[in-house]
Nanobody, 126 residues
């Protein structure tokens, strides 16, 4: 079992930056691939980006070059740095963790993640 808690959301203007944090407790965090998903009102939850156990990142096209994921296993924390935010980035952002033996894989689908945080709201005004 692992428990995830997101923080760092808020209301910002277009072009601003935010850094979300995902703090984990429970079992060894380094054994998990971790991803960020988001869900806007009336839309399905979508993959934003993820980081493998070895630190490799994968991102959806719309956030490439603007968002960066990093992990600090010693702190059991994963970060989502979001720069050049746009109104279309407005959503509830969720952290998710999936146990895997692979050190390089990043799953992009919801079903591969067994553990989820409660979400944090990000609102970007134009």
């Amino acid at each position: 079992q692992v428990q995830l808690v997101e923080s760092g959301g808020g209301l910002v203007q277009a072009g601003d930056s935010l850094r979300l944090s995902c703090a984990a407790s429970g079992r060894t965090f380094s054994s998990y691939v971790v991803a960020w998903f988001r869900q806007a009102p009336g839309k399905e939850r979508e993959f934003v980006g993820g980081i493998s156990r070895s630190g490799g990142g994968t991102y959806r096209d719309s956030v490439k070059g603007r968002f960066t994921i990093s992990r600090a296993n010693a702190k059991n924390t994963v970060y989502l740095q979001m720069d050049s935010l746009k109104p279309e980035d407005t959503a509830v952002y969720y952290c998710a963790a999936g146990l895997t033996e692979s050190t390089s894989v990043v799953f992009t689908t919801i079903v591969n993640y067994a553990y989820w945080g409660q979400g944090t709201q990000v609102t970007v005004s134009s």
